[in-house]
């Protein structure tokens, strides 16, 4: 008989300890499977939302964010740079974003 209180003050303990997670900021980076287009000639990554104001060469290829690390490319430009920036969201907010009730402040990944 003594084990429900223990039992249920376990389950209150877990849901608001998932509760607190669930709404705490943590640091999001962007995945390695985020796609890119590697501009060869220049060495270099381009955002696909910086594509346009990039003014590319014509030695490109599309790939992934993680390819370009392992090729040590920077970012062509600074739109690329902030394109690819961390950010601080928590698991709510990023799945508003994902769900598009929100606007998300990166668009490439």
Known sequence: MKRKPLVLVAVVV???????WFF???ENEPST???????HTHRTFIAPSCFEE??????????????AQELNYPPHSECTEKA???NQ?????RLLKELGLMEKTQTDW
């Open 33 to 39: 499977e985020s796609r890119i287009v590697l501009e």
């Open 14 to 20: 877990l849901v608001a300890a998932a509760a607190a």
């Open 84 to 86: 690819f920036e961390s």
């Open 54 to 67: 990039s003014d590319p060469t014509n030695f490109l290829e599309e790939s992934t964010l993680g390819h």
């Open 24 to 26: 705490m900021p943590q």
């Open 89 to 93: 969201d928590s698991p709510a907010v």
